[in-house]
């Protein structure tokens, strides 16, 4: 089983920025996808950006430029540093993991932001 925990959302102007963590515990083992997904009010949950062991990383395009996603895989973490925020981006945010050998996914509980116009 693993277990996944955000920190770091909030309340920040249109402009500002925030970083998300995601720290992940647990039986963790073999290559997987960890980012974050966003779920906005009215909408589905929809891919922010994600990290692939040892691959690329992906970029939903309303993001590309101002968001950046990091992982580190001695300390199972992926980290978002979300810049030029938008009012738009508000919502709860989701740290995702999925094995590739498997396919198992696991979420963590979700970190509100929101951008103040």
């Known amino acids: 089983q693993v277990q996944l925990v955000e920190s770091g959302g909030g309340l920040v102007q249109a402009g500002g920025s925030l970083r998300l963590s995601c720290i992940a515990s647990?039986?963790?083992?073999?290559?997987?996808?960890m980012g974050w997904y966003r779920q906005i009010p009215g909408k589905q949950r929809e891919l922010v950006a994600t990290?692939?062991?040892?691959?690329?990383?992906n970029y939903a395009d309303s993001v590309k430029g101002r968001f950046t996603i990091s992982r580190d895989n001695d300390k199972n973490t992926v980290n978002l540093q979300m810049n030029s925020l938008k009012p738009e981006d508000t919502g709860v945010y989701y740290c995702?993991?999925?094995?590739?050998?498997?396919?198992?996914?696991?979420w963590g509980q979700g970190t509100q932001v929101t951008v103040s116009s």
């Open positions: 995702h993991l999925r094995r590739i050998i498997g396919g198992r996914e696991y």
């Open positions: 990290s692939t062991t040892g691959g690329p990383t």
């Open positions: 647990g039986t963790i083992f073999g290559p997987s996808v």
